[in-house]
């Protein structure tokens, strides 16, 4: 072959790889606008928020999305999580029986989420103990996998007492809660992180032998996230463990519905002192709890009821971890209290402390 038709031929190949790479081109960039369109296309009813896409992964988040309508007057009927600390048990022993149960629930504003719930609810049961006091815990696997539950308040060996109970059976076993402070329990079946997310924690308060100065409030914050693989508007979301690996959740609230705080305020007068118990579930984010508006008198974090920190305007709950903080307001208003990651308080974990039972509405 001489060298022209060498030459010539290479040409005629230089220009048919350029012209395939052309046309593969216009095929990816096709894609591209098709796969657009199909995140820009609400796949379920209409929202009133419409869900945003992430790049990381090409992972969809529904953070913020709910249904066509008004999300407050939803959120107004829902009844709220019961956040007043229950009061102690007289007895030496306190028996706590929970029941695992695989339910459906509401998170935010017409969004359901198919959880496995500590007696039917995500958060479960707070428990409110004495120090010294031993706690007997009953728990009964009325769910379809097995489970188990770890108190992070006891001091015991967690291959016994956090063993795996199968469905259909129970275990019991009892702790001395020699610690106190405000403490979370969880699911400790693996993976774990699938469990916790998908609802299965709770807090537990352990007063100390020396009473802390007497409040007039005493509230429960259970922190915790929520990972959908779907809006949970039309049907309800399941766990989508990929987000929950990521670290990126739809929503985060406390006490396990995002914002019921705001259309159902925790309340105190002028003057009075308040006690906050956070506990973080998690299962991965930090909580920095802070009340806009006011700087925290006392904070005793962790499991630390003999030192408080004072003067302080937000602190870290890590995750599975908690914290007691103390506020007293005099001056009437309406104060948001908020994880401080804003990107938090955008997907619900926020609430309002209305002092001085204010009509109107605040920020946040």
Same mark, same amino acid.
């Given at each position: 072959?001489?060298?022209?038709?060498?030459?010539?031929?290479?040409?005629?190949?230089?220009?048919?790889?350029?012209?395939?790479?052309?046309?593969?081109?216009?095929?990816?960039?096709?894609?591209?606008?098709?796969?657009?369109?199909?995140?820009?296309?609400?796949?379920?009813?209409?929202?009133?928020?419409?869900?945003?896409?992430?790049?990381?992964?090409?992972?969809?988040?529904?953070?913020?999305?709910?249904?066509?309508?008004?999300?407050?007057?939803?959120?107004?009927?829902?009844?709220?999580?019961?956040?007043?600390?229950?009061?102690?048990?007289?007895?030496?022993?306190?028996?706590?029986?929970?029941?695992?149960?695989?339910?459906?629930?509401?998170?935010?504003?017409?969004?359901?989420?198919?959880?496995?719930?500590?007696? =039917?609810?995500?958060?479960?049961?707070?428990?409110?103990?004495?120090? @010294?006091?031993? $706690? !007997?815990?009953?728990?009964? /696997?009325? &769910?379809?996998?097995?489970?188990?539950?770890?108190?992070?308040?006891?001091?015991?060996?967690?291959?016994?007492?956090?063993?795996?109970?199968?469905?259909?059976?129970?275990?019991?076993?009892?702790?001395?809660?020699?610690?106190?402070?405000?403490?979370?329990?969880?699911?400790?079946?693996?993976?774990?992180?699938?469990?916790?997310?998908?609802?299965?924690?709770?807090?537990?308060?352990?007063?100390?032998?020396?009473?802390?100065?007497?409040?007039?409030?005493?509230?429960?914050?259970?922190?915790?996230?929520?990972?959908?693989?779907?809006?949970?508007?039309?049907?309800?979301?399941?766990?989508?463990?990929?987000?929950?690996?990521?670290?990126?959740?739809?929503?985060?609230?406390?006490?396990?519905?995002? =914002?019921?705080?705001?259309?159902?305020?925790?309340?105190?007068?002028? @003057?009075?002192? $308040? !006690?906050?118990?956070?506990? /973080?579930? &998690?299962?991965?984010?930090?909580?920095?709890?802070?009340?806009?508006?006011?700087?925290?008198?006392?904070?005793?974090?962790?499991?630390?009821?003999?030192?408080?920190?004072?003067?302080?305007?937000?602190?870290?709950?890590?995750?599975?971890?908690?914290?007691?903080?103390?506020?007293?307001?005099?001056?009437?208003?309406?104060?948001?209290?908020?994880?401080?990651?804003?990107?938090?308080?955008?997907?619900?974990?926020?609430?309002?402390?209305?002092?001085?039972?204010?009509?109107?509405?605040?920020?946040?």
């Amino acid at each position: 072959m001489t060298y022209a038709k060498v030459s010539l031929t290479l040409v005629v190949l230089s220009l048919v790889a350029a012209f395939t790479a052309a046309i593969f081109a216009l095929d990816s960039v096709d894609a591209a606008r098709s796969a657009q369109d199909k995140q820009r296309s609400p796949a379920t009813e209409p929202m009133a928020h419409e869900a945003a896409s992430t790049a990381v992964g090409g992972v969809q988040s529904y953070a913020g999305a709910t249904p066509a309508g008004n999300p407050d007057t939803i959120a107004a009927s829902q009844a709220p999580f019961p956040a007043e600390l229950p009061p102690l048990h007289a007895g030496r022993v306190l028996p706590v029986r929970i029941t695992l149960k695989d339910v459906t629930v509401p998170i935010a504003p017409g969004v359901r989420y198919r959880a496995w719930g500590f007696d =039917g609810g995500a958060p479960g049961p707070v428990v409110h103990v004495r120090q @010294g006091q031993t $706690v !007997r815990i009953t728990l009964t /696997n009325g &769910g379809a996998i097995p489970h188990s539950i770890d108190f992070h308040a006891a001091r015991i060996a967690p291959n016994v007492a956090f063993r795996d109970v199968e469905p259909g059976k129970s275990i019991t076993y009892s702790f001395r809660a020699n610690d106190p402070g405000v403490f979370v329990y969880h699911c400790g079946t693996k993976p774990v992180l699938a469990h916790i997310a998908n609802g299965m924690y709770g807090a537990i308060v352990v007063d100390p032998a020396k009473p802390l100065p007497p409040s007039h409030h005493q509230y429960v914050l259970v922190a915790s996230e929520w990972y959908l693989d779907s809006p949970g508007t039309s049907e309800p979301a399941s766990l989508d463990m990929t987000k929950a690996r990521l670290m990126m959740p739809d929503w985060v609230t406390f006490n396990g519905y995002a =914002g019921q705080y705001k259309a159902h305020p925790l309340e105190a007068d002028p @003057g009075h002192l $308040v !006690r906050f118990y956070v506990a /973080n579930a &998690g299962p991965s984010l930090v909580t920095a709890f802070h009340v806009v508006g006011t700087i925290f008198s006392r904070v005793y974090p962790e499991g630390d009821m003999t030192h408080p920190l004072t003067g302080v305007q937000t602190s870290d709950v890590p995750a599975g971890g908690g914290a007691v903080f103390e506020v007293k307001i005099d001056q009437p208003g309406l104060y948001p209290f908020v994880n401080h990651s804003f990107a938090s308080v955008d997907m619900g974990q926020v609430g309002i402390l209305n002092v001085g039972d204010v009509e109107g509405t605040a920020s946040h």
